[in-house]
């Protein structure tokens, strides 16, 4: 089942949100996305969508850098490049770029949407995966009190959800997770710093506290590309902590374990380049019983269903955390031909009704505004 691309088209969507998602960071405000379209020469179209931010805040990639390494360096290397057997194959010819993760994994998701239609599959059951339930948390961006933070909670407990992630931030700290500790005594609870914090007596303090309020892990406290610290701090407390900025790829996740840097981790298929390396981080987490979830970058339609797809492999064992695109993205239900799953108790059933990416997603409703900033053949 080869994949012989003869075309890539790149696009550019701009997804308003219904309100700004603050993170430690700073703040995303819309998502524009870069899309792509990629033909065989059998005529089967696969898309794939990057998800960088605006700005390098996250990782070094931002949509500019995303555009242009597209634009310059993937997509011409994947169409010179000739016949691929496989989607990993693909994944693995772009290994001569350092970085640029979210580039590939655009190019990523668009030749395994090919490859499971040419096997008259939907991704999930390419991937093997067969879940048919996925537990989610809900994230809390940061607020700018406490109160609002809980009502933000009592709302996603009233739908159902049973786990609560909670983005904190120096100056949003302690206060907000003993609120909402004191709130809701049983719930299982994360905080994720999105590595705002260094390693110092200071934050030493902070985390044994949070600690002691017992949540079920920590993510990222510490700087986006270390894993020493990360270290050092893990070995002081009993709470997990998990990476997710810190690891690009296998490479990165060998150093963690070989460290014991973390105890979980938070695999996005966007940060780390697509699906083959996602596949590899899930074997290689479950192989030395580092516990996984998958998370989001708001995905679009087209990430989000690489997304639930990848989410519906039975070694997930921790709440997924991608359902900010349902609730931030602005009409996104539009942006589908029928209901893409079905959400209650804090769980979503996907409805795989098509090959390929799996769920009806709308093209054309997706680019009626887009913009087509280059479209390359072999
Ligand atoms: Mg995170």
Redesign the pocket.
């Known amino acids: 089942m080869s994949l012989d691309i003869v075309r890539i088209e790149l696009f550019v969507v701009e997804l308003p949100l219904i309100q700004p998602f603050t993170i430690s960071v700073g703040s995303v405000h819309s998502r524009r996305l870069v899309l792509v379209k990629m033909t065989d020469r059998q005529g089967v179209i696969g898309w794939g969508e990057a998800t960088p931010l605006e700005e390098p805040i996250y990782k070094p990639d931002y949509f500019g850098s995303t555009l242009a390494v597209l634009e310059q360096i993937l997509a011409p290397a994947v169409l010179r490049h000739g016949i691929y057997e496989t989607p990993e194959e693909l994944d693995d010819s772009l290994a001569f770029v350092r970085g640029h993760y979210f580039a590939k994994a655009a190019l990523s998701i668009a030749a395994y949407d090919i490859a499971a239609q040419k096997k008259n599959q939907n991704l999930a059951e390419y991937l093997g995966a067969t879940k048919t339930e996925i537990a989610l948390s809900h994230t809390i961006a940061i607020t700018k009190s406490p109160q609002e933070m809980l009502d933000e909670a009592a709302k996603a407990a009233e739908e159902g959800y049973k786990d609560i992630k909670l983005k904190i931030a120096p100056q949003a700290d302690l206060l907000f997770t003993h609120a909402l500790r004191q709130k809701y005594p049983d719930l299982p609870l994360m905080v994720?710093a999105?590595a705002a914090y260094r390693y110092n007596d200071d934050t030493l303090r902070l985390f044994r506290e949070i600690d002691d309020l017992k949540f079920f892990c920590i993510?990222?406290p510490l700087d986006w590309n270390d894993f020493y610290d990360h270290s050092r701090l893990q070995k002081q407390l009993k709470t997990p902590i998990a990476l997710?900025?810190s690891v690009d790829c296998v490479h990165d996740f060998e150093q963690a374990l070989a460290l014991q840097s973390c105890r979980l981790l938070?695999i996005k298929i966007s940060r780390v380049g697509g699906l083959t390396a996602a596949k590899r981080l899930y074997d290689l987490s479950r192989q030395n019983n580092i516990g996984l979830w998958i998370?989001g970058m708001i995905e679009g339609p087209i990430g989000l269903a690489s997304v639930i797809a990848f989410s519906a492999l039975s070694g997930f064992n921790y709440p997924a955390d991608f359902i900010d695109s349902h609730y931030l993205i602005k009409g996104f239900s539009d942006y589908f031909d029928e209901a893409p799953y079905a959400l209650a108790g804090g769980k979503l059933t996907p409805r795989f009704s098509k090959p390929g990416l799996g769920l009806a997603i709308n093209y054309d409703r997706l680019c009626r505004d887009a913009a087509n900033p280059a479209t390359l053949t072999a």
């Open positions: 994720d999105n993510e990222q997710d900025e938070n998370g």
